[in-house]
Each structure stands twice: as structure tokens, then as C-alpha cells.
């Protein structure tokens, strides 16, 4: 298992942490990681392995490998946000609640059986965090 998750945490690292984390451009970086996203987890039918191993009995030797994964991906969003000019209550709120999404995404898309659900889900999420990004730079109307 400790292969896997490092196999996943490189996936995770070169094409969501470090642009998220490194993008002179936050709004190409949230597109750059919600097609990353929808790439990897197949639109939603395809399972995110850490989240299954944090559901599973294996769940409590993994946790804080776990928990620092999605922690990471919080933060990593909600500094993006930052550099685009949200305050950062409203990008920690803004990157905790898409993560989650996300993993609900996945999580109907493959019980409902529908890809077409995590698509609108990931879309409905782009769009909540570029409009915050364009709403920030516009600053007081």
C-alpha cells in the first residue's frame, strides 16, 4: 500500500500541489486542476484510492498519511485563491468545500453510474472558485 499511495502522492504532486501551489496564474491553475481531476479520477469512475483507504480497515495506519493529503490539497487551493486576491476565510471555505465536492463527485458519478454528474458537479465548483478569483481582482464596484 505505501507504493500506491506514493505512487499517487507523485501524481498528486506534479499536477495539482505544485501548480496549485506555484502558478503565476490562479485562475489557469483552478482549470488546470479541475481537468487534471476529471483526467484522473475518469470523470468520476474511477475511485480515489486515499479516500478508500481512509474509509477501510486499513484506514488508521493510513490516516495521517491520509489526512495530509487532503489538507495539502486544501491548502494548495485555498493559497491559490489568495493569490487571486480572496481573503483567506473565504478561499480556506472555498477550497475545503471543492475538495469535498470533488470527492462526492466521485463518489454519486459511480453509484448513480452517471459520469455526466461529476462533470456538473467539478463544473458548478470551476465556476464558483474563477468567478471568486474575478470578483477579488475587481475589487469594491
Do not use: K, N
Not at 493510513?62 to 473565504?90: N, T
Amino acid at each position: 500500500m505505501d507504493a500506491v499511495l506514493a505512487d499517487i502522492d507523485g501524481w498528486f504532486q506534479a499536477h495539482l500541489f505544485d501548480p496549485l501551489e506555484r502558478s503565476p496564474d490562479p485562475a489557469a491553475a483552478i482549470r488546470s486542476m479541475m481537468a487534471e481531476v476529471t483526467r484522473y479520477f475518469h470523470s468520476g469512475q474511477r475511485v480515489c484510492l486515499v479516500g478508500w483507504v481512509s474509509l477501510g480497515a486499513s484506514g488508521d495506519t493510513f490516516a495521517p498519511r491520509v489526512a495530509g493529503y487532503f489538507a495539502r490539497w486544501i491548502a494548495a487551493l485555498s493559497a491559490c485563491l489568495a493569490r487571486g486576491g480572496v481573503a483567506a476565510a473565504p478561499a480556506r471555505a472555498l477550497a475545503e468545500e471543492t475538495v469535498g465536492a470533488i470527492q462526492g463527485a466521485i463518489v454519486l458519478s459511480r453509484a448513480l453510474d452517471d459520469r455526466a454528474a461529476f462533470g456538473r458537479i467539478v463544473g458548478r465548483h470551476e465556476a464558483l472558485l474563477l468567478q471568486a478569483v474575478a470578483v477579488a481582482r475587481a475589487g469594491p464596484a
